[in-house]
């Protein structure tokens, strides 16, 4: 098992910058790659960035290209998603996952699963 934690999400206006953390505990972090997702009301859960094991390959969807950054810290069991430039349309509860192979870009590709954290930006 793999025991997810995210934090750093809240309230920001458009143009500014939040960055959100996940802790992990359980397996041997290294051994996983991470996803960040989010998911609006209404709307499906979509993929945000990935990054693999070692975090020598990254991944982004398309509308974050350019703003989003993912990072891991395997010393600390840590995965990072640095936002700017946030828009409304960022608004979603994003939420951090783990899979025991390499890149994944679906839900249904990844193992474990944190809570999630609430994002707003406000116009």
């Known amino acids: 098992q793999v025991q997810l934690v995210e934090s750093g999400g809240g309230l920001v206006q458009a143009g500014g910058s939040l960055r959100l953390s996940c802790a992990a505990s359980g397996r041997t972090f290294s051994n996983y790659a991470m996803g960040w997702f989010r998911q609006a009301p209404g709307k499906e859960r979509d993929i945000v960035a990935a990054i693999n094991s070692n975090g020598g390959s990254t991944y982004y969807g398309d509308s974050v290209k350019g703003r989003f950054t993912i990072s891991r810290d395997n010393a600390k069991n840590t995965v990072a998603l640095q936002m700017n430039s946030l828009k409304p349309e960022d608004t979603a509860v994003y939420y951090c996952?783990?899979?025991?192979?390499?890149?994944?870009?679906?839900?249904?590709?990844?193992?474990?699963w944190g809570q999630g954290t609430q994002v707003t930006v406000s116009s």
């Open positions: 996952a783990a899979r025991a192979q390499g890149l994944g870009f679906d839900p249904s590709e990844y193992d474990y």
